[in-house]
């Protein structure tokens, strides 16, 4: 498949595959500001593409090391896209997590007035995130619906033989980046509706090595329920809290079969080499086999996992010197001096 | 804010607003579908809206009694628009439940053949869903992404004054009804990945009277965890489970505030006026006040709630003589009797 | 059935049978130590009698108001016989609660030496709370199992008509208190393994007029488990932890059915009149029927129930007010307005 | 210590230790027919004891290699002394369970007649179990306490120097052996009230050695909660759950150190051999390190295990594999292939 315009192209078409890094183009995107996060990607060649799909083809197919993909907004939840593709695409893990903040301006082609802004676009959810202020600032704007903020955005400066404008919109919203990139012109900055909104990104490899630990760690997994009855998610859930293990993200998405069947999306805080992540995994597959592990890596926000001191490595270890002795007795000696 | 086309207009201008049923329009969509499926609203006039938004705004605002608005889809999950504004809006009810069974035909302006088609415009979901037929059927397409799939598919239709089309796309992802309104061609039919998906459309209203019980209902509400601390959740969804009550919808949506805060939607099976499901309110209202009462409705697929009969209503009711027995007791007469 | 000797009678027979008090006699027993700390039994005619039975027939056939019997003991655990008397006897309620220290002295007929003690008369219980001071300080000791302690310890001084002891046993263990009624010698004092021992004892009548709350109250319930399916305990419990209610004591006793099924000895911290209470017995209830009310009464140590502010009386009230109004509704008058 | 008469003395002075059972005696109660069900225990010294703290010290001093104890009664429930003395005296593990119908008689000296019997001694437990049928028969009757069935039986015949009987009772209550082995007359037959009692018995020994797995198993444990919180015992038997392990036995006892603290005795279906009770012992130890394990050993009644086929062996093997495999993981060589 290839994109309507061509902005969001390869950026790095003799690189060596294994050096490449995937992401959601074009330059300009948060997507950009993640992979910028990204110590090993530096100095590396970049691969712009035009959706999560295309992403994670990338990694697939070897044509990138690893790709940047947006999985979580605080404003609009889990990236449903990025949910399903890592639910489905075999393979693939998760090691590494970025955060970025989200901030939006409102662009247009240079000499055009806020009041003259008729039709805005943006991509729906961007959108969504803006909505208050530009309902407030202009209530008769019409949205015109983009796959990319920032590509609809630099088709505002697209024009036609006759010089005119070829995009039917007069601005767009776009991430405060673009003007480092593009002759466009800031109408209104900060037009988000929430201040605090930011978006985490996973850097996504083939690469099953997993990242060490350093002690604040996160660890990815999708599951589903063994059956529907009641109680079935409870049961899940206890596999956790019966190991002290904290949940920092439950989210529901669709198995797509049925109305109703649902698979989990569930991060926990620790890294799969703590015991009591480990054993966690070990409940969760008898309980249901169907488990994805999608990685355990470094929480962007360096926070140390908080658990109760009775969960701690060293607790597992005592445990199983304990069941391993009590295994182990041969008939005491007292009984067999006895026999003497 | 008005939309890019005037085709989403208000069918009903001169109506009287509690007559009135706004829907994501035009004629033609799924929701429209939904629509024809509400017995209430057979000849009464009936609003085409662009968006979730407005179909709510025309409710909260008294244009319209009720709007029929997608809640859920088989393959998508929960609509994160609708469940984010049920959760925000204060004043709305799901007054019932209606199912639309999905599928997708790929239409063109009469003369076009497949082969040729380049440039497919659909909404994001629609394109989601079909992707993998239009993958292997039409390998070098490009997608233009569309707020509305019958909007795009009518705008295939629209010629400038030379009589050539304006949109840039070339064919249109749209449901199999579009042929009943406009002169489109059907270049081919099924396109859909899943041939079982379907969507639930919910009909919402300000009027807080809750729908008699008919023995098959769901009561949906939305409610947030009082505190972070990790088994919350699982002692929110116990609140359900120690009085027998089924779920049959958890979903998590991001409060916004802060990445990793949620709320959740749920349905449960049963109505407000069922012993077990009024008990369980009163349970998560203590456990956080942070719920939302979405309404209690006949569920679109009649099914009856199924429940261990142990907390059927005349169950209650026993248990409350038992206790106010317990309580009202005097002394007992056999000592009274020993005192003369 | 009458007791072997004539210690322990009724003190009071042409007493007003609504007046009078059954404890397990003679004078001089921990019993009467809790009896004496009952308010409403001061001045009142005491009926000693020989065994928890007793006492309990007493109450049942009106010849007592009330009776005290041990209930629990800080070493022994809870008094199997008062456990199943309750359990089995209906109309029973506990009205009151009482504390007394266990402590015992070894005593014999005046003029005996320690280290001539043989045979020790004890109470089993007593016996074995003992026995670490007994084996270290008299090692060859035999032990003669009694009914009452108190009973053993007055035989000692029981003469034939030459003047002989009729005891076969040399010493008694008693509480400190014996000597206050009988002309024993004490051979020794704090014989009592554990120091801390302390036996809890219950006021036990038919008027089924609950005490007032207090602020710091007990409620006793004996319930069985609907099914034996694993997890039913864990269920049953539920019903206390999803309101927020503490558990003082949970004991398992057999229903004598068969082995393995068990009925459970529980008291929760708080009064039925409290709102967590009342809806926690609710519940149990409706998870099981068969559950006895034994009482709600101040509790001896005066400490008040310590529990989560969300389940306060004044937030089940508010949690009833907010279904109330969910359920009150009519149709809103706005969409009214817009009828006219 | 020594008892009062001679009757429960050692039958096997010059034996070997490590050859002996203990038992309590004398010949003809309950205990002594569990001991002929121990195969391994025919043809070897036998030595009777008078009490269950006498048969675990021959055990744990080394004069006998295990003993037979009472542990369960099906109308009285555990036996607390054995409960206790299982509880603090380290090394001892159980080895073998069996089962004894419990039936009694009413002896007397040969030419007593039922009609002139007013003192029965009997064993708090056993006088517990028939006093039905002694009331409704003997409603005159006093009742004589007594450390041991049998022997207050065989003290009946008992005679002073004049030939007349030194026993203050006239009957005794016992098991039916007892004719087997003392010319006591048989005034009633099977005089308890409940025909279905039955008494379960452990053998215990010091060899640590662990019976082989049979099948049909039972695990014992005693446990203390790590802290009074409330939730705490459900969170102890969510070990057992989420691990599919069924209990057959929850008991509680004090650990008497104060009043509402208490340990709680356990039995599992299974063996520790079987990876779910081996995890289930794991996650009982990081839960509480206050765990005493007691022994694995087949069931009396044969009866295997059921459990859901997600918590079988295999299963724990895969799970386990499963982490390997993603703990073991390489960079993977499709990438390493890139590289070339």
Redesign the interface.
């Known amino acids: 498949?290839?994109?309507?315009t061509s902005t969001a192209s390869t950026t790095s078409t003799a690189s060596?595959?294994?050096d490449t890094y995937s992401y959601l183009g074009p330059a300009g995107t948060f997507t950009e500001l993640a992979l910028k996060q990204v110590e090993e990607a530096q100095g590396k060649p970049w691969r712009a593409v035009n959706n999560v799909?295309e992403a994670l083809d990338d990694v697939v197919e070897?044509r990138s090391?690893a790709a940047v993909i947006a999985i979580?907004?605080?404003?609009?939840?889990g990236v449903?896209?990025t949910q399903d593709a890592l639910a489905t695409i075999p393979?693939l893990r998760i090691v590494g997590e970025y955060?970025v903040p989200v901030g939006f301006v409102l662009v247009a082609r240079p000499g055009t007035r806020l009041e003259d802004v008729k039709?805005i676009a943006a991509h729906?959810v961007a959108y969504?995130q803006c909505?208050g202020w530009l309902?407030k600032n202009l209530?008769?704007?019409?949205?015109?619906?983009?796959?990319s903020n920032v590509q609809a955005a630099t088709q505002l400066l697209d024009e036609n033989e006759d010089g005119e404008p070829v995009s039917?919109a007069d601005a767009a919203v776009a991430p405060p980046t673009i003007v480092d990139h593009h002759a466009l012109e800031v109408l209104a900055e900060n037009i988000i509706d929430?201040p605090?909104a930011?978006t985490?990104f996973a850097l996504v490899?083939?690469?099953?090595?997993?990242p060490k630990p350093t002690g604040a760690d996160k660890t990815s997994l999708i599951a589903e329920l063994?059956t529907d009855a009641?109680?079935s998610?409870?049961?899940l859930?206890?596999?956790?809290?019966?190991?002290?293990?904290?949940?920092?993200?439950?989210?529901?998405?669709?198995i797509?079969?049925?109305?109703?069947r649902?698979r989990f999306i569930i991060d926990l805080e620790g890294h799969?080499?703590e015991e009591r992540i480990?054993d966690a995994?070990?409940?969760l597959?008898?309980?249901t086999?169907r488990v994805i592990?999608l990685g355990s890596y470094p929480r962007a926000d360096r926070q140390p996992a908080d658990f109760d001191p009775?969960?701690a490595d060293e607790?597992?270890v005592?445990?199983?010197d304990?069941?391993r002795g009590?295994?182990a007795?041969?008939?005491?000696d007292?009984?067999?001096?006895?026999?003497a």
């Open positions: 498949m290839h994109s309507v060596n595959a294994s799909g070897g090391k979580e907004n605080s404003i609009d939840g449903s896209a393979g955060l039709t729906p969504a909505r309902d209530p008769d704007h019409s949205h015109l619906p983009a796959g039917v929430n605090n930011v985490r490899s083939r690469d099953t090595a997993i063994p009641p109680g998610l409870v049961e859930l206890e596999q956790f809290s019966t190991r002290g293990v904290n949940m920092s993200l439950l989210e529901s998405r669709p797509g079969d049925a109305l109703g649902h799969i080499t480990a995994l070990l409940g597959y008898r309980f086999p592990f009775r969960y607790v597992f005592e445990a199983r304990w069941l009590l295994l007795s041969e008939p005491s007292v009984l067999e001096t006895g026999d």
